[in-house]
Every structure is written in C-alpha cells, then in structure tokens.
C-alpha cells in the first residue's frame, strides 16, 4: 500500500484493499475517504464493502465519489469538513490518489500561496500545475 502525506493529518493513495483497511487501523488512522466513484470499480472493492470492514474495526468511513467535472465549491468544503474533523490520521483514496491531493489542493486556495499549494503537492508526487 502506498500512503503519502500530503500535509498535516491528510493522506492519500491509490485505491485500497480490504486488508489495507486493517494495516491503516493499526496505525492509528482515524477515518478513510473515499473519493473513488463505485462505477470505476469491481464489485469485490465498491466503497460500501470498504466501508463495513472500516466500520466494523472502528475506523470512520467517508463516501465522497469525486471526478474532475465535479470538484465544485460544495465538494470541495465538504471534503475540507471531513479532514478537519478529524483529530488523527486521514486517508482519502481514489484511482492514484491524484484527485484526492487535487481537492486538498482546492481547499487550500485563499489559505496559502498558490505557489505554496503546488509545491506541497509536487513534494508528494502529485504535478498540480494545470489545476490551478
């Protein structure tokens, strides 16, 4: 399982397993993102499966199907509400994790530079500069 931090309590990855689910518990995350739309997955790994294996050793689980058409003001704070309710470790997934570190890099407009923003996205291995 790849896992970057991307700032603060936020992390990000590609899509995760049902036996991620219990190596992110062991490490103390609080809550998992799914910012992955069902409709680009097998059925053995749909967010609702994830979901009741989370749920059921304790971790939070978040259902927040993104695509680039729908990053909007709305998702976008509402994706910032879910990190910042959280007291430890977040980790939000989808494809690659690039639309989960997009988002992140959304929510911080008007809270840090432009240039700021991409280059905490770039140190994680996420090239932003066509997005904003």
Request: glycine share 6%; aromatic share 10%; hydrophobic share 40%.
């Amino acid at each position: 399982m790849q896992i970057v931090n991307i700032s603060g309590l936020y992390h990000v990855s590609p899509q995760i397993s049902l036996t991620d689910v219990e190596f992110l518990s062991e490490k103390g995350f609080e809550k998992i993102i799914c910012n992955r739309p069902d409709f680009e997955v097998p059925p053995n790994i749909q967010s609702y499966i994830i979901e009741k294996v989370a749920t059921e050793i304790g971790l939070l689980f978040e259902y927040h199907p993104l695509t680039f058409d729908n990053m909007n003001a709305e998702n976008i704070e509402k994706q910032m509400a879910f990190i910042n309710g959280s007291e430890r470790p977040v980790l939000a997934y989808c494809t690659s994790g690039t639309r989960c570190a997009a988002i992140w890099a959304l929510g911080q407009i008007g809270k840090m530079s432009k240039d700021e923003i991409l280059k905490t996205t770039l140190e994680s291995g996420y090239n932003l500069e066509g997005l904003l």
